[in-house]
């Protein structure tokens, strides 16, 4: 299996904004540098096409070795498909699409499966935080709320195996002043 790993990001500067109450702009810019580059480097030893608009992002992601695609089409959906589209144009046969807040995140060497598409959901089952399939499967892409199901009814659909890894590193995304008291939680529970 030739994998290939999609990471869009967007710019440190305005990430995380679903967290200005409880984060400063400078706490919010390093929580989310610290989460993308977690998650560019759990993605190791795949190739990883970060996918950004912004050139601070873009010269970030190539000081970690990754390929950077320049976002053409708007919105996270189509982020990703630019992302799909270089990474099969560089030889991919599967992709791996992992969100840049995965503050956990160490490897997603256990989430693809050849031929199947793998979805690790967030917490909430709501969500989808990290997704794996053929890289030529039809598959519409459905990131927003409610993706984890949809994403599931896709897969069935289009008469693909669906697996559900279940993670709890990877699952936790950081979007709400609850996901931050979890990730705090589980490190000082962890000491």
């Known amino acids: 299996m030739q994998l290939a790993v999609i990471v869009p990001v967007k710019s440190f500067t ?5 967290l200005a109450e409880v984060l400063s702009p400078g706490s919010r810019e390093d929580l989310a540098r610290r989460c993308a580059e977690s998650v560019v480097s759990a993605a190791a030893p795949a190739t990883t096409y970060v996918v950004c608009a912004d ?8 000081g970690l070795g990754a390929s950077v695609v320049r976002q053409q089409t708007a919105g996270l959906n189509g982020a990703i498909r630019d992302g799909w589209t270089a990474a099969v144009a560089g030889g991919a046969d599967h992709i791996l699409i992992a969100h840049a807040d995965l503050p956990l995140a160490v490897t997603f060497a256990h989430v693809p499966r050849e031929g199947a598409v793998t979805i690790v959901p967030d917490r909430h089952r709501d969500g989808t935080n990290v997704m794996s399939l053929p890289a030529g499967a039809e598959f519409a892409l459905h990131y927003g709320p409610g993706s984890f199901p949809a994403h599931t009814a896709e897969a069935g659909r289009r008469g693909l195996e669906c697996v559900v ?15 931050l008291e979890e990730l705090e939680r589980r490190m000082t529970s962890d000491r």
Not at 14 to 18: E, L, P, Y
Not at 55 to 62: K, L, M, P
């Open 14 to 18: 305005v990430a995380k904004g679903r």
């Open 55 to 62: 050139d601070g992002i873009a010269e970030w992601a190539v």
């Open 165 to 179: 890894v279940e993670d709890s590193d990877l699952s936790l995304d950081l979007d709400t002043a609850a996901d």
